[in-house]
C-alpha cells in the first residue's frame, strides 16, 4: 500500500505571496490532519479534514486554510506568507479517526524570504 | 489543554546499551499516545501507538508502557545500534488531535 505523499517537497516564497501544499493519503484513509514543525515550536496542529469537512482546527490564524476532495486529498494554503511561516509542513493520514494510528508524509519544506 | 513533556532533550549513549525515552502529559483524559521517530529533514515513522485501555506495546526491541494516572510514557530500546540515531517524539490524544512533546535526540555511537 503505497503511503502519504505530498508535493512539492521543496519550495522557496517571498513575503506576501500565498502557497498551496497537497497531501494523498493512503488509499482508504479518509482523516487527513497538517502540522507544521518549526525548531523553535515543534510540531503544532493546524486542522484535520474528514469527509471534506474540516473536523478540527489548531490556532493558527486566518491565513492558514484547507480543504478535502471526495477522494480524500487534501490541500493547505497560506496566504501573505511571513517569514515566520518558514517551516516542515507534514500531513498525516488515519483510518477514520485521529485517534487512529497517524501515519506521516515526508512533508514540504517551505522558505519565506 | 494537554502539554507534552521529553527529557532528556538529547542523548549519547554507546552502541549495545538499553536505553529509555521519558514523555509526561499532563491531562490524564488522554486517549491514546503514540511514539514516532523522526530521521533529520524527513516526515514521521510511527513507532507504537498505546491505547488508554492498554498499559504497553511492543515491537522488536522497542517496549512502549504507558501509565495514565502518573501522567507518563516510556519508550525502551534494547540493544540500541547506530541505525536508532534519530529524534523520537511521543504525541497524545485526546479529545483533540495530536499534541506532541518537542522530542528527544538520540545518538548512538558505534
Known amino acids: 500500500k503505497a503511503g502519504v505523499t505530498q508535493t512539492p517537497r521543496y519550495l522557496i516564497k517571498t513575503r506576501g505571496q500565498q502557497v498551496t501544499l497537497s497531501c494523498s493519503p493512503i488509499s482508504g484513509h479518509r482523516s487527513v490532519s497538517w502540522y507544521q514543525q518549526t525548531p523553535g515550536q515543534g510540531l503544532q496542529f493546524l486542522f484535520e479534514?474528514?469527509?471534506?469537512?474540516?473536523?478540527n482546527k489548531g490556532n493558527f490564524p486566518g491565513r492558514f486554510s484547507g480543504r478535502q476532495f471526495s477522494n480524500s486529498r487534501s490541500e493547505m494554503n497560506v496566504s501573505t506568507l511571513e517569514l515566520g511561516d518558514s517551516a516542515l509542513y507534514l500531513c498525516a493520514s488515519s483510518s477514520d479517526h485521529f485517534t487512529d494510528t497517524q501515519y506521516f508524509g515526508p512533508g514540504t519544506r517551505l522558505t519565506v524570504l | 489543554k494537554q502539554e507534552v513533556t521529553q527529557i532528556p532533550a538529547a542523548l549519547s549513549v554507546p552502541e549495545g546499551e538499553n536505553l529509555v525515552l521519558n514523555c509526561s502529559f499532563t491531562d490524564s483524559a488522554i486517549y491514546n499516545l503514540q511514539w514516532f521517530r523522526q530521521d533529520p529533514g524527513k516526515g514521521l515513522t510511527s513507532l507504537l501507538l498505546?491505547?488508554?485501555?492498554?498499559r504497553e506495546q511492543t515491537s522488536g526491541r522497542l517496549n512502549a508502557s504507558l501509565d495514565k494516572s502518573s501522567g507518563r510514557s516510556t519508550l525502551y530500546i534494547a540493544a540500541s545500534q547506530p541505525g536508532d540515531s534519530a529524534t523520537y517524539l511521543c504525541?497524545?490524544?485526546?479529545?483533540?488531535?495530536?499534541?506532541f512533546g518537542k522530542g528527544t535526540r538520540l545518538s548512538v555511537i558505534a
Open positions: 479534514y474528514f469527509s471534506e469537512t474540516q473536523r
Open positions: 498505546i491505547q488508554s485501555s492498554q
Open positions: 504525541a497524545g490524544t485526546g479529545n483533540t488531535p495530536l499534541v
